[in-house]
């Protein structure tokens, strides 16, 4: 059986067992969460997420560059389509991890993810992508920075160990921006 036989009889079994139709668009916990791709950082697992808690958003690394920032810019208007505003009590949860394959990226093909965080081949280096606990702070720096953002956002900084399976809070929860 290839795999996506396996995963049509997963489904199968997911619609006769789970399956709700009343999960809402909106995250039940207000909750934008931005990971790494990698299989071994799933959010729904590690973090124990229950389905239509978080609206979860993966890239290479977690890392913001330009087309996540498009992506949390045009948020408010999907939110607003589901008739609530993004204002206060939303959550911004950026999810870095320990061994990322982002640091093999750097190192075989830093031009390209030059490009793909929208940055020069200088300003990458010092980016902190082989340490991610400065790298998670340096985004929430990056996003504060950003007056385009929603700015109602509590965000939060955290960091998956691989080799223990914990998180640490590196930057606890605080105002994307004063003004709202
Ligand atoms: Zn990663």
């Not at 808690?53 to 045009?74: D, H, K, S």
């Not at 609530?84 to 911004?92: A, H, P, S, T």
């Not at 400065?134 to 950003?146: E, G, P, T």
Request: net charge neutral; charged share 20%.
């Amino acid at each position: 059986m290839d795999f996506i036989e396996t995963i049509t009889q997963r489904n199968d079994a997911f619609v006769s067992a789970r399956h709700s139709a009343s999960l809402k668009i909106i995250p039940s916990t207000k909750t934008i969460l931005i990971g790494c791709l990698d299989p071994r950082v799933d959010p729904m697992d590690v973090l124990g997420l229950k389905p239509g808690e978080a609206a979860i958003i993966r890239n290479i690394g977690g890392r913001m560059n330009p087309a996540l920032v498009e992506t949390l810019i045009l948020l408010p208007a999907v939110a607003k389509a589901a008739g609530q505003e993004m204002g206060l009590g939303w959550n911004l949860v950026i999810l870095h991890h320990t061994d990322c394959g982002i640091i093999g990226c750097y190192k075989l093909a830093p031009d390209l993810l030059a490009a793909h965080l929208g940055v020069t081949r200088s300003e990458l280096d010092s980016m902190a992508i082989t340490d991610p606990r400065k790298a998670v702070a340096m985004d929430i720096a990056a996003y504060k920075a950003n007056p385009a953002l929603p700015a109602g956002f509590m965000i939060s900084g955290l960091v998956y160990d691989i080799s223990t399976g914990k998180i640490e809070v590196v930057v606890p929860p605080s105002r994307l921006r004063l003004e709202s």
